[in-house]
């Protein structure tokens, strides 16, 4: 099976601009991604795709592939496409989305992901962990999911699912297990090309959750179970935390 990550990478994040070339003890955050990355034993290759000349620079000078990409694109799905395309010198099966603010990304994850295509039924693949703490439960933030008994994933909400009735808010961590969303996703090579010509979805635009546009058009997600964390930069805030 020949994987490829592909790490989308903007500069002009509305939150946290130049957030790819920030340091974090003497490395930018680009680069601790894509070597994390580089680790995975089921990738067969990483580049990062991007719309700046700087982010593609910087990534040129640890020797990392890079390519350009438009800058019209509204997401990292988008930008992962573009890139594929570029991407000629293989036949790829599988593409793992991999999030460009997360300096500390488990490679086990990324093999992880990428193994749940052993099952030829997988289109779409992602992650999630349990959910020990009440804040994070009713953090709009922490995207929560609930799944089938096949493991597809039912919903993606910012809201705490399922509703425990019989229950106070602060017990339901301790009555159900809820699951945490880990934002690493992987495709079938075929799946995601189709997925991102599709409109946005009514699900999506309530939720601002890409993945309820999948969902809603037919295409089934698998998630896999992992007890690691992921560690997502989105503020300048969060940044000084993890410092």
Same mark, same amino acid.
């Given at each position: #099976?020949?994987? +490829?990550?592909?790490? %989308?990478?903007?500069?002009?994040?509305? *939150?946290?601009?130049?957030? %790819? !070339?920030? /340091? $974090?003890?003497?490395?930018? #955050?680009?680069? *601790?991604?894509?070597?994390?990355? #580089? @680790?995975?034993?089921?990738?067969?290759?990483?580049?990062?795709?991007?719309?700046?000349?700087?982010?593609?620079?910087?990534?040129?000078?640890?020797?990392?592939?890079? =390519? #350009?990409?438009?800058?019209?694109?509204?997401?990292?799905?988008?930008?992962? =496409?573009?890139?594929?395309?570029?991407?000629?010198?293989?036949?790829? &099966?599988?593409?793992?989305?991999?999030?460009?603010?997360? %300096?500390?990304?488990?490679?086990?994850?990324?093999?992880?992901?990428?193994?749940?295509?052993?099952? /030829?039924? =997988? @289109?779409?693949?992602?992650?999630?962990?349990?959910?020990?703490?009440?804040?994070?439960?009713?953090?709009?933030?922490? +995207?929560?999911?609930?799944?089938?008994?096949?493991?597809?994933?039912?919903?993606?909400?910012?809201?705490?699912?399922?509703?425990?009735?019989?229950?106070?808010?602060?017990?339901? =961590?301790?009555?159900?297990?809820? !699951?945490?969303?880990?934002?690493?996703?992987?495709?079938?090579?075929?799946? +995601?090309?189709?997925?991102?010509? !599709?409109?946005?979805?009514?699900?999506? !635009?309530?939720?601002?959750?890409?993945?309820?546009?999948?969902?809603?058009?037919?295409? %089934? $997600?698998?998630? /896999?179970?992992?007890?690691?964390?992921? $560690?997502? $930069? &989105?503020?300048?805030? /969060?940044?000084?935390? +993890?410092?």
């Amino acid at each position: #099976m020949n994987a +490829i990550g592909i790490i %989308p990478a903007r500069f002009a994040s509305t *939150r946290f601009p130049g957030k %790819p !070339l920030v /340091d $974090i003890q003497g490395k930018t #955050m680009i680069r *601790r991604v894509y070597e994390q990355a #580089m @680790q995975s034993k089921a990738l067969t290759a990483v580049v990062v795709a991007t719309d700046d000349e700087r982010i593609y620079k910087e990534v040129e000078s640890f020797r990392g592939k890079v =390519v #350009m990409t438009a800058a019209h694109h509204k997401n990292g799905t988008e930008r992962c =496409v573009e890139a594929l395309e570029k991407s000629t010198q293989n036949q790829w &099966d599988v593409v793992v989305n991999i999030q460009g603010d997360e %300096p500390f990304i488990h490679p086990e994850q990324i093999d992880k992901v990428v193994a749940c295509f052993k099952n /030829d039924s =997988v @289109q779409i693949a992602t992650l999630a962990r349990l959910l020990a703490e009440e804040k994070e439960l009713n953090n709009p933030s922490t +995207i929560k999911v609930v799944r089938k008994a096949n493991g597809e994933a039912l919903y993606f909400s910012r809201s705490a699912i399922p509703f425990y009735r019989d229950a106070k808010g602060e017990e339901w =961590v301790k009555k159900h297990p809820y !699951l945490k969303h880990i934002g690493i996703y992987a495709f079938r090579a075929e799946v +995601i090309k189709k997925v991102v010509k !599709l409109a946005p979805s009514a699900l999506e !635009l309530a939720e601002s959750l890409e993945q309820l546009r999948w969902m809603e058009n037919g295409y %089934p $997600i698998f998630v /896999d179970i992992t007890d690691k964390e992921a $560690i997502s $930069i &989105d503020t300048p805030e /969060d940044l000084q935390k +993890i410092r």
